[in-house]
């Protein structure tokens, strides 16, 4: 599938008098806007496209973005060289980073002809800070929403037309101008392109704002959407492109499909992606305003505690940048712990009703393929037989003597760098204790992981008798096979009992005899549907 540098390389040598601007433009025009470009912010002079380029002379492009798309700089190297691109004049160009308030915030108009422009709002690039301010939408307007709209004010002229989109956050500062701006500016937009890009809250902008600008804009996202379908803007007109990538990496614009010089549209979004949807849905319907500040000042507070400046940077310093995370959350206020765990609780649930949706399934599809489930049952009995017991235990010990380690050693190097400051740092020491006294008490006590690997399995066969128990209704009238499963029901729920409650020196034995059982448990099925006898689920 060909990509946005494909399209450059096709195009380049049609000008916009010969191929007039079509929404794949719009695509490049956002992609090139995460370029930082060799010039001052607040530059007001002309330049093309082509000149800034050559400005750079030795210096590498330097691409303002989290994506790590090796085709980037050649990408920017295309598009400078084209006659479609190359010859565009760049004017009114505006960098501004504050991380202290913070800012992030960039912005750049193409003259595409004498009579039409595009204005480009840049994403967030890999800052800490610009991050930050992405979060914060979601309980207030920020500094570069403002600037966008007071943008659009100072660089819109009467007598033009324009274009004006963006990628990500830069294409909710765009609706967000796009809404407010005064209705005699607006009557200049020809389109608002929002490539990917997030809503608002109704506490930042009233949704009915959008109404009167719908029919200006065109959405454009990927199979696999999260940031757009945040606080999602209903839009009339709304794309669902392909992507070369996997789930979030989708995001990239880099990574959007192209197919004759059009966008290479896709029948709807990945399935996965909703069900991320519903999770934050959930945790955003049960989580206050001020509680997303409380969120979002705490995870940022803790990616930057160490001197990252940058999510690269944090990546680098992992997992201790990860760690820090931790223990900030484990040492933070009720309200604020309150709020991290509405997070986890939203997915647990979301994901419960998907296991459950999974589970209808699972059981339907093993209805259909009877041989399956006998394979699996068999397969287990095999395994009880031929492994040794102590193999789980001995895995589960071995990732907690590790985990134990590296939390040790990393909090007697901080101790250590703040010469010695336990006060600082009693987050860490008393979660070493806790992970020594639980790694020392399955070391020592050896029933301790007996009794985890026990619940486990007992679980396992639990559930099972469970399962045949529900086919005992629909089996009432078929004589042989109610009684088959009413007994498989009662033997695989004494299975499960026993192995809760029985002492570790009967588990060699019990291994053996489940195991045979469930072996002739799945030869008896096999045996009935090889016999033609039917109905045997």
Known sequence: MDRI??????????????????????LVLCALSYWKLPLKSGDEGQH??????????????????????????????????????????????????????????????????????????????????????????????????????????????????????????GAN??????????????????????????????????????GPIDGLCTAIRPEYCVIGKIFEPKLTDCRIVKSNQKAGMQHSIFSWGIDGGKLALAEGYDPQSLAIESVLDKWLENVSPEERKIFTDSVFDALGKDGSTSLFEVLQKWPTSFEGMFVSMLDADKVTKDTWIKLPAAAIETEKKAADQVTVKVKKE????????????????????????????????????????????????????SRWNVREERTRILLCIVLLVIFLLILVKEQALFVLSSALFGGVLLYYAYYTATKLKQDRRKGVFFWLHLGESVIFALMGLFILVAPQWAMRWYAISAGIILILDAATHACFRLLNIKNVQ
Not at 10 to 24: G, H, I, L, R, T
Not at 198 to 207: A, I, S
Not at 371 to 376: E, G, H, K, N
């Open 173 to 210: 500062e765009a609706l967000y101008a796009g809404a407010l701006l005064p209705k005699g500016k607006r009557r200049l937009i020809q389109r608002l392109f929002i490539n990917d890009g997030p809503g608002f809250c109704k506490e930042v902008l009233d949704p009915a704002l959008i």
């Open 366 to 417: 093993l209805d259909h393929q009877p041989y399956l489930l006998d394979a699996i049952i068999a397969l287990a009995g095999i395994l009880l037989l031929l492994l040794p017991l102590n193999l789980f235990d001995l895995v589960l010990a071995g990732a907690l003597f590790l985990v134990c380690a590296s939390e040790w050693v990393y909090t007697l190097r901080r101790l250590m760098k």
């Open 48 to 169: 093309t496209l082509r000149a800034c380029f050559d400005m750079l002379g030795d210096r590498p492009i330097e691409m303002m973005t989290t994506d790590t798309d090796a085709t980037m700089p050649d990408f920017v190297r295309c598009a400078a060289a084209s006659r479609r691109f190359g010859e565009l004049i760049v004017s009114d160009y505006v960098d501004e980073f504050y991380p202290e308030v913070p800012i992030q915030f960039s912005a750049l108009t193409f003259h595409l002809d004498e009579k039409t422009r595009y204005i480009a709002f840049r994403g967030t690039d890999s800052s800490i800070a610009g991050w930050k301010e992405d979060f914060m939408i979601s309980f207030t307007r920020t500094r570069a929403q403002e600037m966008s709209l007071d943008y659009l004010k100072a660089h819109m002229h009467g007598g033009l037309k324009y274009y004006i989109g963006g990628h990500s956050k």
């Open 5 to 26: 540098i494909d399209y450059v390389r096709w195009y380049a040598d049609f000008p916009f008098s010969v191929f007039p601007f079509n929404e794949v433009d719009n």
